[in-house]
């Protein structure tokens, strides 16, 4: 909500007329008196508008101020965002004589901090002849809130070095900026110091630093030696086993605090459940829910938007939308909450449905709305969609931020519209490191590797130090074409810039080279990752496995075992994989065996597949045909496809006929499988079931993709498809491809004939 600017100019300042009279005198004194005491009211009730007209009031009557007026004036200031009234509040204030009052000198400090004007706090500060506790206490805050803690203390020890001991208030304005354990370690001692352990509210607040700083056993130990707690005390643990996830110690506190009469309010409620949503149990959600409702809580719009949240993460869509059409005020945030977690759990096309509903619902959207709905258009490739989001915050004149401008580029390069997506770049004046990433990752996924290495170059120039997004992205697209030159240049920026050692630096490093074929370097980097997790130990089984290193790989995952992990599916199909382009059938079966008997993992269709294709590379074809029919319950035209294969190379007639049979009888929509049957047919000389093929396909409307290539030159990505003739320099390209051919023709001539010779 917008804060009220009034129409306020104060009225010039007139020098009262000599009065000589001491009766005069206490008149004037007690019609100040009563206008502070009016000023003071209006304060006390949060009418800083009216605040304001009385003060001009009590100029236009030439009432002169005294000590008393000026704070709820500034108090006002502040409210109300006026920093040009602040000022001219400070003139009146210089010009009265008062600037040396240690109260209003107080104000004034917190006027300048609350307007970011930190350098003028300090300045006011440093000019007061007198300085008591109070505006020591305000300029410690002030450096405090901004987390600039080295002036902080600094100013602390200053005021301890003059004589001057800490109140209550002044180490609670200390620990509200707190947000790393050397400070509360510090802090806390000063409050043993100084006899402070009885204040509850200091009390609650280091519970909630510890809790805050991860330090959730020191807070636990306050805890049990308070002397008194109150619901804020609990709430404070409470949030601080929520941050850590703990939710088994949460239960036990909601437990132990009604054993001690002290009742779960809406904010331990809200702590436990987000405990919940980062678990995931949706059970244990619903358990509390069934408390909340029993409770009372359930129309607690904060809880309500908790709730989704927690579903939300826990993908039950059915309670989400319930409760989401349940909930009588509807405010952005809960929009919003919903908008984001169904982009979350990939159903962009029900978020952007939701989003329509708010925007009927004439709820104006915020920037983090916009954000979401335009994620939600990426996911889903909708341009037309993106850009009617977008053209919405231009017809409705919206500051849209840093984060919606990023989610911008994202939508645009996910569509393919590259030049757009670089205006919205330059447009941000502010850009952060995913601003960069969603730029640079659009240029590379869309095979634009030239202009997303310029980009990211103009990242490094632009002092903005990259992030392992940025660098997993750039890999992924090297690996992606063979880029292997490239991909070695962001190995040697990683090293030289000093990123912290990253599982996922390290998995697409190792990924990068086995592609590009250096399997030395794949297992250099493998090596330096301190923890593997399952990803990288099956990034570098398979690139092993595909490199024809079936032994190396079967090494590998002997090694993985050893090391206490316990192996996936993934992981089994990585190595079955190996044993099966590297001839190794024996190990094969026995980790396909294994996988069941030892790790109680079901096997897949994928990983009897690979078992179909290790045993038909074996030459054992009946045996995989009978291992296909044991184990795949339904026809499956890929196994089949293998075990054709094989026959036709093994010269197996019969088995041959009796797949070729099985394929021509599943309703397959693959082109490729219908090919490889009329090539099967040919094979046998069986012309009609090649006919009948070729009409199937064709009344199917199915087409096999050409057989295609591509070149990476200067980082542009160039697709030549089988046949193709319509590349802007075909004519140049045969004119290369004959001169190349005649060359190499006459080259293996004079070599034949320097043999003959």
Not at 222 to 249: A, C, P
Not at 326 to 348: C, F
Not at 452 to 462: C, D, G, K, P, T
Request: with cysteine; glycine share 6%; aromatic share 8%.
């Amino acid at each position: 909500m917008h804060k009220l600017k009034p129409n306020i100019r104060f009225h010039p300042l007139k020098h009262p007329p000599l009065r000589h009279s001491s009766a005069a005198a206490a008149a004037t004194t007690a019609t100040t008196k009563s206008f502070n005491a009016t000023l003071h009211l209006l304060s006390s009730e949060g009418s800083h508008h009216h605040v304001l007209l009385a003060y001009n009031s009590m100029l236009k009557s030439s009432i002169p101020p005294d000590p008393f007026t000026f704070p709820s004036l500034l108090k006002a200031c502040i409210s109300l965002n006026l920093l040009p009234h602040g000022l001219l509040l400070h003139q009146h204030i210089v010009v009265n004589g008062f600037s040396s009052d240690p109260y209003i000198g107080s104000s004034l400090i917190s006027f300048y901090s609350s307007s970011g004007l930190t350098e003028h706090a300090r300045k006011v500060f440093d000019t007061m002849a007198e300085r008591n506790i109070v505006p020591w206490t305000t300029v410690i805050g002030c450096y405090a809130r901004t987390g600039d803690f080295v002036h902080a203390f600094y100013l602390y020890n200053s005021m301890l070095h003059e004589g001057i001991k800490p109140t209550s208030v002044t180490l609670l304005t200390l620990l509200s900026g707190v947000s790393e354990s050397i400070h509360i370690e510090c802090l806390h001692a000063c409050i043993v110091k100084y006899g402070f352990l009885g204040h509850i509210a200091l009390m609650n607040s280091m519970l909630n630093v510890y809790g805050r700083c991860g330090r959730i056993e020191y807070a636990w130990k306050l805890f049990e030696r308070m002397d008194e707690k109150d619901i804020v005390s609990w709430n404070s643990l409470v949030s601080g086993y929520s941050l850590v996830g703990d939710t088994e110690e949460l239960l036990r506190l909601m437990y132990r605090m009604r054993s001690e009469n002290t009742w779960p309010d809406h904010q331990t409620y809200g702590a436990l459940v987000s405990a919940i949503a980062k678990e995931g149990s949706a059970e244990f959600g619903k358990v509390v829910h069934g408390q909340i409702v029993v409770a009372g809580f359930e129309l607690d719009v904060h809880l309500e938007t908790s709730l989704i949240f927690m579903y939300l993460k826990c993908s039950n869509m059915h309670y989400t939308f319930k409760l989401f059409e349940r909930a009588k005020d509807k405010d952005v945030v809960l929009w919003t909450t919903i908008i984001s977690g169904l982009v979350q759990n990939e159903r962009a096309d029900r978020a952007l449905e939701v989003f329509q509903s708010m925007l009927c619902s004439r709820t104006e959207p915020s920037t983090t709305t916009i954000a979401s709905a335009l994620a939600a258009c990426a996911q889903l490739g909708s341009l037309k969609v993106g850009t009617s989001i977008h053209g919405y915050t231009l017809r409705q004149r919206m500051a849209i931020n840093t984060p919606a401008q990023n989610s911008l580029i994202s939508m645009y390069s996910k569509c393919g519209y590259l030049k757009q997506a670089l205006i919205v770049f330059r447009m941000i004046k502010n850009r952060d490191v995913v601003s960069w990433n969603a730029i640079v990752a659009g240029n590379a996924q869309n095979g634009h590797l030239s202009m997303a290495m310029h980009l990211f170059n103009e990242m490094r120039i632009a002092h903005q130090r990259p992030d392992s997004v940025t660098v997993v992205c750039l890999l992924q697209i090297c690996a992606s074409i063979g880029a292997y030159q490239q991909g070695k240049w962001i190995h040697n920026l990683v090293l030289r810039s000093y990123l912290e050692p990253c599982v996922k630096i390290g998995t697409a490093l190792v990924d990068m080279y086995c592609k590009c074929g250096d399997l030395d370097s794949a297992r250099k980097c493998f090596d330096r990752v301190i923890e593997c997790d399952l990803i990288l130990w099956s990034t570098i089984i398979s690139g092993y496995g595909s490199h024809g290193e079936g032994e190396s790989a079967l090494a590998l995952y002997t090694e993985l075992v050893q090391s206490g992990l316990t192996p996936n599916s993934v992981i089994f199909l990585s190595v079955l994989y190996a044993c099966s382009h590297n001839g190794l059938v024996d190990q094969g079966l026995n980790l396909f065996d294994s996988m069941a008997r030892d790790f109680k993992i079901e096997p897949e269709l994928e990983h009897c597949a690979c078992i179909v294709d290790l045993l038909c590379r074996a030459g054992r074809v009946k045996d995989a045909y009978n291992f296909y029919k044991m184990k795949f319950p339904e026809p499956m035209a890929n196994a089949l496809g293998i075990v054709l294969d094989a026959c036709k190379t093994k010269a197996l007639v019969e088995l041959r006929d009796a797949v070729a049979k099985e394929i021509s009888e599943l309703d397959n929509e693959d082109a490729g499988k219908y090919v490889q049957l009329a090539h099967s047919y040919a094979s046998m000389a069986q012309w009609e079931g090649v006919g009948k093929t070729w009409v199937q396909m064709k009344e199917l409307g199915l087409k096999k993709l050409p057989g295609w290539s591509f070149i990476d030159l200067h980082g542009v990505i160039t697709t030549f498809f089988m046949g193709q003739t319509s590349h802007p320099q075909q004519e140049d390209i045969m004119l290369v491809l004959k001169n190349l051919n005649e060359e190499i023709s006459e080259r293996v001539i004079m070599s034949n004939v320097d043999n003959i010779s």
